[in-house]
T-cell receptor, first 114, second 108 residues
Framework: DAGVIQSPRHEVTEMGQEVTLRCKPI?????LFWYRQTMMRGLELLIY????????DSGMPEDRFSAKMPNASFSTLKIQPSEPRDSAVYFC????????????FGDGTRLSIL | SQQGEEDPQALSIQEGENATMNCSYK?????LQWYRQNSGRGLVHLIL?????REKHSGRLRVTLDTSKKSSSLLITASRAADTASYFC????????FGAGTILRVKS
């Protein structure tokens, strides 16, 4: 079975540019999560969706960040405009149900903003 | 930071020894989960323990949960070099909060 697929794996761009990260969850999973991992702040939940609906976006840093899930098989996390402090590894995860089941993680997108 | 607490931050042991990692959380939980992360990869789920459970086993892994102390421990027995990774707990209550992680190095 295919796992959670994230693209791109690496992204290097200059500050001010728009960045779009993509995620394809495991088929049949109802919940999708976006996390950010940095050395300073560790793993932080940014937003999660249940049945394509955003449930909790309290972790989204600021208005420059937005996430969408137009259908059950695709989600995007967009940063516009990007800043150097956004540099991190961004993970997408999915699970059959919000918190009562294990989450399956993609291999992440390593984002560097110059 | 919304990180939970884990200790130790780093642990270095010889192959064959046991490794114990601890996790403290702050809120009431529905369950607590443990994950492993190899360098440059995503997290892999290891074990989930529900709030009404006190101990759970999976292969060489043993997890305990003490809700009165708001803490959990992960024990890896008979460690192998392949167990070298970072280990994180995830508390699932009103919020999903990851611990800061323990870096485990198993020397062969």
């Amino acid at each position: 079975d295919a796992g959670v697929i994230q693209s791109p794996r690496h992204e290097v761009t200059e500050m001010g540019q728009e960045v779009t990260l993509r995620c394809k969850p495991i088929s049949g999973h109802n919940s999708l999560f976006w996390y950010r991992q940095t050395m300073m702040r560790g793993l932080e939940l940014l937003i999660y969706f249940n049945n394509n609906v955003p449930i909790d976006d309290s972790g989204m840093p600021e208005d420059r960040f937005s996430a969408k899930m137009p259908n059950a098989s695709f989600s995007t996390l967009k940063i516009q405009p990007s800043e150097p402090r956004d540099s991190a590894v961004y993970f997408c995860a999915s699970s059959p149900e919000k918190g009562n089941q294990p989450q399956h993680f993609g291999d992440g997108t390593r984002l560097s903003i110059l | 930071s919304q990180q939970g607490e884990e200790d130790p931050q780093a642990l270095s042991i010889q192959e064959g020894e046991n490794a114990t990692m601890n996790c403290s959380y702050k809120t009431s939980i529905n369950n607590l989960q443990w994950y492993r992360q190899n360098s440059g990869r995503g997290l892999v789920h290891l074990i989930l323990i529900r709030s009404n459970e006190r101990e759970k086993h999976s292969g060489r892994l043993r997890v305990t949960l003490d809700t009165s102390k708001k803490s959990s421990s992960l024990l890896i027995t008979a460690s192998r070099a392949a167990d070298t990774a970072s280990y994180f707990c995830l508390e699932y209550g009103n919020k999903l909060v990851f611990g800061a992680g323990t870096i485990l190095r198993v020397k062969s």
